[in-house]
């Protein structure tokens, strides 16, 4: 395997070897020990409300039913039948209280145990021969949730989401707690682009830099109150924890001002004064900066933003939405976009804030078009020979000694945690990509596999085992306890 020191210690630099936005090898890399890793979004827990619900979800080219077992409990199960291998379930989404493999009839409940295993006596001696009770479809090493958005990560040592989100969880509040009635998520839409997911996810994350130049035409058309895309730039980066966004630069106002201002009602702007802290508050109010567009590292991207939905009308209405940077390989992405809304909003609300959703940033969105047109390009062109001599300058923000152009801001000009700046700046990006860095660096670590039905290493062929074969448990007690039987 090739050396990639030089590469990460250039990317440290804030200096970006070209190819790594279309590499076989660094794909690779990223598959063994970052999205083996890292916390990966899955499902909101809004998409499966009732006993039976279930969505099937990838991490990558592993699938897994996400699903809410008989007794209301969140699990999520590599989707993969104990007996040969087969894909368990195959259907995108539904309600089931089990399922049934297609190639030999296998069945599992909605919590993965083993209920029916076809000719059982006949074809394996009974319980003796193959012992079904408290064999399960092998849970998500590790899962957890934050606000309702459920993620799993491969990794069965993975610390607490919570720890993993630090101080963004600060401003993930604003895009999903607006209202202790919590969130609804309605999608997802997915359609492949041919670019690596590395751009999508540093672009969300602080690029306010592209807006005047790729958006032009979306400011031409007056879908936003704002006269001048150049506006971006008297808004702020943000990073903080695992993930970093951007803000506009309201006009001077109270919270209530500038909340109507980006188009909510008053109903809303109330329910949300009970649930944000005061410091949340205060960077809207006080500060006067509204929350834009964002990523969580390493996939996972937000926008809240607010165009005119009615034409003769000057009325912006706003829309959020959440968005998963699947990677099908390095010059290949899965884009899984749902549309956000808080569970409490007036109907009316709901229906134009999905409308103004879908023609920004929905897969025939306009910002998406533009977007996207650049991300293929980009991507294409690292491909080549040419792209390997070059290394991209990732330092905007940033004076040649490492200082800031711009002065970090005080914590009585910004009452947000982690570090922000006015103006335009690669700060994000580069935090983004350091911490990949982080982790491609690191070797995997071994994880041991598990053997179904009684079986286990040192005893192939033969009739006893080692260890406990096929315990008699009955109930699999949580993902983190089944899966290191
Ligand atoms: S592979 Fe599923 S029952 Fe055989
Ligand atoms: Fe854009």
Redesign the pocket.
């Known amino acids: 395997m090739t050396d990639h020191s030089a590469t990460f210690e250039a990317v440290r630099a804030g200096m970006i070897p070209a190819h790594i936005y279309n590499d076989k090898e660094i794909f690779e890399l990223e598959k063994g020990r970052l999205f083996s890793r890292s916390w990966q979004f899955v499902a909101h827990e809004s998409e499966i409300p009732d006993v039976g619900d279930y969505v099937v979800r990838r991490v990558l080219d592993d699938s897994f039913i996400v699903s809410r077992d008989s007794k209301g409990e969140v699990r999520a199960m590599f989707n993969m ?6 894909q ?1 379930c195959r259907a995108e989404m539904g309600n089931a209280s089990h399922f049934r ?6 069945s599992y409940r909605n919590d993965g145990r083993i209920i029916g295993l076809p000719f059982h006596q006949e074809a394996y001696g009974g319980e003796e021969g193959f012992a079904k009770k408290g064999q399960t479809l092998l849970p998500a090493p590790s899962i957890d949730s934050y606000n309702g958005l459920i993620f799993i990560s491969l990794d069965p040592n993975a610390e607490s989401l919570k720890d993993y989100l630090g101080d963004f969880a600060f401003y993930l509040d604003y895009y999903t707690k607006q209202s202790k009635g919590g969130l609804e998520m309605r999608g997802p839409q997915r359609w492949r682009i041919k670019a690596n997911w590395k751009i999508g996810a540093e672009n969300f994350a602080g690029d306010m830099y592209h807006t005047p130049q790729t958006h032009t035409s979306v400011v031409e058309i007056g879908l936003f109150r704002e006269p001048k895309a150049e506006k971006r730039k008297d808004g702020n980066t943000y990073w903080a924890g695992n993930g970093g966004g951007t803000t506009y630069k309201l006009p001077p106002g109270s919270f209530e001002d500038s909340m109507r201002y980006v188009g909510y009602p008053d109903e809303m702007i109330e329910r949300m004064k009970e649930t944000w802290s005061p410091e949340q508050l205060k960077v809207i109010g006080e500060n006067g900066f509204m929350v834009s567009a964002a990523s969580i590292f390493p996939n996972i991207s937000l926008v809240h933003n607010w165009p005119k939905v009615e034409e003769h009308s000057d009325e912006v209405l706003p829309f959020l939405t959440l968005r998963q940077w699947q990677p099908i390989s390095e010059n290949e992405t899965e884009v899984l976009s749902w549309f956000v809304v808080d569970k409490d909003a007036p109907e009316e609300f709901k229906a134009l804030s999905y409308k103004a959703y879908l023609m920004c940033f929905g897969s025939t969105g306009m910002f998406e078009q533009d977007d996207v047109e650049n991300w293929v390009s980009l991507t294409n062109t690292a491909a080549g020979s040419m792209a390997r001599r070059l290394h991209l300058n990732s330092r905007m923000g940033m004076k040649i000694d490492g200082s800031p152009v711009v002065p970090a801001l005080g914590p009585d000009e910004f009452a947000g945690p982690g570090e922000a700046h006015v103006g335009y700046g690669e700060y994000n990006q580069r935090h983004l990509l350091e911490r990949w860095v982080d982790y491609l660096e690191r070797e995997p670590n071994e994880v041991d596999a598990v053997s179904i039905g009684g079986l286990v290493r040192g005893n192939v062929g033969g009739t006893t085992c080692d260890s406990p074969c096929g315990d008699a448990t009955t109930e699999p007690t949580s993902n983190q306890e089944a899966v290191s039987r």
Not at 81 to 86: A, N, S
């Open positions: 039948c104990l007996h040969r291998g087969m368990v493999c297609p190639y030999h009839g296998w």
